[in-house]
């Protein structure tokens, strides 16, 4: 039983006149053009952005605003378009960073390669490069489209220490209480 | 001020008015596709055109309003048509490519004189109608000359050599052809009725209108409910004839690119839409004029006893002045066009393209014997009602 047999009607007088269903669409229409607009008039008014958008790719710091990145390059191995560049760079004594040995003395994402596919952000082992909200960039220039180190901070700031990296680690073996 | 212009010679005299026509059909019919664009947005529901607005004007308090509507846009958009540049492609025949779209303006524009689109009350309570040139063969002329706007449609898709403006041209002529006929033998039922035996016979607009404002039952019936298929067959011809969906064959963008005008830009494309706009402003007025009673406001309520209904409500005189009637008349009459176009452009939006057989099925198979049977059954109660 493959083939399903439809019953096709003939089309009734009224139907073959067009007019009922030509009213029905008219009211149909009638009805949307008093309605409201369901578009966004975009630049005024903005779309809430849930939690877990790939946005632009930023550089956070942590909770104590402590540079988080120890410039392991792993994502710039693992950027699929090769958008990000890293020099990495030693740590300056009594910056207050002293449970890292590294930090980047640069770190360059083009925003011209990238593809905000968020594989730098899957594989930070220190949760450092998140894809935030932003979801619109531009400038007039390709050098303007290169995100460095300082634009990079600003655009991501502080976030709270949603897993157990340092900060909560630190704690927890400070309160002898083993692992998490 | 009045005397004065009516003191020029005639010639000089008709040249005012006729520039007058152009200088109000063409932004009326420019406004109708901004028009035509915000209707499409409601019905989509999105709002339209709505940013254009030149700095300046943004510290005055009303002029927001106007970018809403897209006002601004309108005029950008004219602008630009005006000052870009006008390709004029190689393989074209350039007398005949250039002369089309002057072609369509010439019939569009012509048309309008010989509509009333208004009337007032002259001397010993005579209506006067308000018509550049008043003819008598009035109907015959509108229909005459607006059926010579299909050939600056066939000489576009012909002198533009490329194949779908010559599928379009071939789609607007043989669409012509067959809606013309339905659409004169729909409206020979309103002149078999106003042309009284013992009558003078006559088929100018105005005296259809004059007889929709008779006292009595029959007298004060607007012609749509008296003969609704001939209003019914009257509009759909003239969908066809004006191209627009259901039945824009010559234009359907979506099978033929942009039919006949897909060679043409700028200035000379923007001539096809103000000619199909006027076309579509004349079609409704004469619309309004043959079927909807024209400049009176409800059925059974001609203009006069209007006029005379507001002097006793608001005790003022000024209602009986033949200018205060014949704007009152305009703007009924106005009202009704724009009514109409808002129709148009509704079922633009709503009802999609029939396939071009489908068009040529309901033009000879259904539109003609139905307006055919029409008139018959028309004659025979018209010759019932004046026996």
Redesign the interface.
């Known amino acids: 039983m493959a083939v399903i047999q439809v019953q096709r009607t003939p089309l009734s007088l009224a139907e073959r006149t067009y007019l009922p269903q030509v009213m029905g669409a008219m009211w149909t229409t009638l009805k949307h053009l008093l309605g409201p607009a369901d578009t966004m008039e975009y630049p005024e008014q903005r779309p809430a952005i849930p939690p877990g958008y790939r946005g632009v790719p930023t550089l956070v710091r942590d909770p104590n605003g402590r540079e988080k990145c120890v410039s392991c390059q792993l994502c710039e191995f693992v950027c699929p378009p090769k958008a990000i560049r890293i020099t990495p760079g030693s740590v300056p004594e009594g910056a207050g960073v002293d449970h890292v040995e590294k930090a980047p003395q640069a770190f360059d994402i083009d925003m011209l390669r990238c593809i905000y596919c968020g594989l730098c952000e899957e594989v930070c082992p220190e949760e450092a490069i998140f894809l935030l909200q932003q979801y619109s960039m531009s400038g007039y220039s390709r050098a303007e489209m290169v995100n460095h180190k300082d634009r990079l901070y600003e655009l991501g700031g502080t976030l709270p220490d949603r897993h157990f990296k340092w900060g909560v680690k630190k704690a927890a073996e400070e309160r002898a209480s083993g692992h998490h | 001020m009045v005397d004065m212009l009516l003191g020029l010679p005639a010639p000089l005299l008709a040249l005012l008015k006729g520039a007058a026509v152009i200088l109000v059909i063409f932004p009326v019919a420019a406004a109708c596709s901004m028009a035509e664009r915000k ?1 499409c947005a ?6 339209g055109p709505n940013r254009a607005m030149p700095p300046v004007f943004a510290w005055i308090p009303g002029a927001v309003i106007l970018q809403r509507l897209g006002v601004w846009q309108l005029m950008a958009d004219g602008g630009k048509f005006l000052f870009k540049e006008e390709p004029l492609p190689d393989h074209v025949n350039r007398l005949y490519y250039t002369l089309a779209p002057v072609i369509a303006m010439v019939p569009a524009l012509t048309t309008v004189t010989v509509v009333p689109f208004g009337a007032y009350v002259g001397a010993g309570g005579r209506i006067v109608p308000l018509a550049l040139s008043s003819v008598d063969v009035g109907i015959l002329a509108v229909f005459a000359v607006a059926s010579l706007g299909i050939y600056s449609l066939i000489l576009a898709g012909w002198a533009s050599n490329s194949k779908y403006p010559f599928l379009g041209g071939v789609r607007a002529s043989a669409q012509l052809i067959s809606y013309e006929l339905s659409m004169m033998l729909a409206v020979l039922p309103v002149f078999l009725w106003v042309n009284e035996p013992g009558a003078a016979g006559s088929l100018s607009l105005s005296r259809v209108v004059e007889f929709q404002s008779r006292p009595g039952f029959w007298g004060g019936a607007w012609f749509l409910f008296t003969m609704p298929v001939s209003a019914f067959v009257f509009a759909v011809a003239l969908f066809a004839e004006t191209n627009r969906q259901p039945f824009d064959m010559p234009e359907s963008e979506a099978d033929l690119v942009g039919g006949f005008h897909t060679e043409y830009g700028a200035f000379k494309w923007s001539l096809f839409f103000v000619a199909e706009y006027a076309n579509m402003i004349v079609g409704s007025a004469v619309f309004s004029l043959l079927f909807l009673g024209g400049w009176n406001l409800l059925p059974w309520l001609p203009l006069a006893s209007l006029l005379e209904t507001l002097h006793h409500l608001t005790g003022s005189a000024l209602w009986l002045h033949p200018l205060v009637a014949g704007l009152v008349s305009v703007v009924i009459l106005l009202a009704k066009v724009l009514l109409i176009i808002f129709i148009f452009m ?2 633009r ?3 999609p393209r029939f396939r071009y057989d489908q068009v040529m099925k309901i033009g000879w198979q259904k539109l003609l014997p139905l307006s055919i049977a029409n008139l018959i059954a028309c004659a025979l109660g018209i010759a019932f009602l004046q026996r």
Do not use: C, Y
């Open positions: 209707v409601w019905i989509q529901s999105r709002p509704w079922i939006w709503t009802v």
